[in-house]
């Protein structure tokens, strides 16, 4: 909403008010444009915004497109409507969502077409997503980039992602090996073995101590050997299979 006192600044410091100026005048284009702040480009492709029900709605029809019919039908039918509301980054991120889903259910069949098309949207919503979003989609890129053998976008990608996580590091070691950096692949490969059984070993320590405070020994003592197994199995030596 325009509130009064900047509406009259907009209209006076424009000469909006003369009875004169009543029909429209291109040259001020570029005045607005400043006034408000956004480039003329902006002004001039500006589109309403859709509501959260709007874009829920047209994701809906999407997927009834899609299992009535065909999923190029739907994506097809998407584009329409991103070209209708090109900066709706919220309706971008929804419709690539639910094609990388499709594909995934299909075993990931590839699909330049839906590959470009999904890197597309993604790439313009990114910079808008934080947390896990973020990381979410990075990951997703990474995934596609993957398939076509693009190491180099993938790589890139995963730098959006934070060093500890795990999933980084499963699909560096991925790169690495398909590309010939073995030794690298297989630092991170055991790096990531190291980490997970850090973590699964304390989990099941600690399980069996709180059973154990629960009087539940039998179950306390199963844990207990468990951990045991699962050190002798991954050879991590006498100490942990005390």
């Known amino acids: 909403m325009i509130f009064e006192g900047t509406k009259n600044k907009f209209f006076f410091g424009l000469g909006l008010t003369r009875a004169e100026n009543s029909s429209p005048d291109i040259s001020l284009l570029c005045p607005i444009a400043r006034l408000l702040d956004i480039s003329l480009e902006e002004l001039l492709n500006f589109e309403n915004e859709l509501s959260e029900k709007d874009i829920n709605k047209i994701i809906t029809i999407f997927e009834r497109i899609f299992y009535k019919g065909t999923l190029d039908a739907a994506v097809e039918w998407i584009k329409e409507q991103l070209k209708e509301y090109p900066k709706c980054y919220e309706l971008m991120y929804k419709a690539a969502n639910m094609i990388f889903m499709q594909l995934f259910m299909q075993n990931m069949v590839a699909r330049e077409d839906f590959d470009e098309f999904m890197i597309d949207c993604y790439t313009k919503v990114l910079p808008v997503l934080v947390g896990k979003d973020k990381e979410q989609v990075a990951f997703q890129m990474v995934g596609i ?82 951990r045991h197994a699962l050190a002798d199995l991954l050879e991590m030596g006498k100490y942990h299979q005390m």
Do not use: H, P, V
Not at 191 to 207: E, K, P, R, V, W
């Open 145 to 226: 980039y993957m398939l076509r053998k693009k190491y180099d976008e993938a790589i890139l990608c995963l730098e959006y992602l934070s060093d500890d996580s795990l999933k980084k590091q499963m699909r560096l070691a991925n790169i690495y090996s398909a590309i010939g950096k073995t030794e690298e692949a297989f630092a991170i490969y055991e790096d990531m073995l190291s980490t997970t059984y850090t973590y699964m070993d304390f989990a099941i320590q600690g399980l069996s101590g709180m059973y154990r405070k629960k009087l539940n020994i039998d179950y306390s003592r199963k844990l207990a050997y468990k």
